[in-house]
């Protein structure tokens, strides 16, 4: 009688488990595997940049969009907000006899002080670049004025150029020259202020200085080797080289002139006679004739001495919108001078 041979037992299926999962056959969330590592390190880089967001969001994100709610809204600070649409934006681009006025001053410093800092800023830096001696000296002699307060260099300021008793004039009579009236002449206003910014040109003369001094010594002497004069290794070896220093000059000087308000605030109110601070100072902004009456304190006006604040949230947000263009517009066409631009 033959055996016959007995049948295997069944096999039980053992589960497979993944390399770094809790569970057999599943990737755990929070374990090892590539994609835990990710959310570990997404969640690890989010707490580290938690501190930033939330000040980001309260107060840059949060005020502008509280902004534009406002700019459709009429509000006095005292009353709640009433919804009236398109109401200030249509006051502001057809109504409001003041505000062209104001944006065209604003539109003069921007095309007048932004190129005339940077020129001085360049030339300056460029001068204590080609010093062999006492360049340290020198570089704090013309960064000292950056220093100043604003409103102490600008009171300052108006009394030098004081037409009746300020030290200007009195030179440029001894000289025989009879000198203007300054800050106290429609004609003159703007440009004084011109001559307050380029005088505290320091602290963008120590960023064309760092460029400047960034470029390489090796370019120079190329240059110098193939026959170029002074004027052609600044056009073709300087320029070039600093040209990123000179779009973020660029750039930053526009947005700070669009919202020029401290200087022309406060040159408007010495120079009127009024060096007040609080209720009423408000009413001598622009002075003479509303020369000085930048787009900003005529906002503030609206905001702050009529308490239209529907009306000065539609002033800042429309103001918001042309600096970001004029940003971009910049940064666009950036690409075709701006030496390495993709």
Known sequence: MTAVPASPAPTRAVPTRRPGSGQPGRRGWLGGGPGA???????TVLGFMAPALVGISLFLVYPLLAAVYFSFTRFDLLTAPAWVGLRNYVYLFTEDPT??????????????LVPARMVAALGTGMLLTSLRRGAGFFRTVFYLPALAPPVAATIAFVFLFNPATGPVNGLLGRLGIDGPLWFDSPAWAKPSLVLLGVWGVGDLMVIFLAGLLDV????YEAASIDGAGAWQRFRYVTLPSISPVILFAAITGVIQTLQYFTQAAVAASVASGSATTGGGVSSTFGY??????????????????YYDMGYANALAVVLFVVAFAVTLVLLRRSRAFVNGAD
């Not at 390489?216 to 370019?219: D, E, K």
């Open 37 to 43: 590592r990710r959310w570990r390190r997404r969640l």
């Open 99 to 112: 505000v062209w006025k104001a944006a065209r001053n604003t539109l003069w410093l921007v095309a007048v």
């Open 216 to 219: 390489p010594t090796s370019l």
């Open 288 to 305: 003479p004739e509303e020369s000085t009456l930048t787009y900003p304190l005529h906002l503030y006006v609206a905001g702050f001495r």
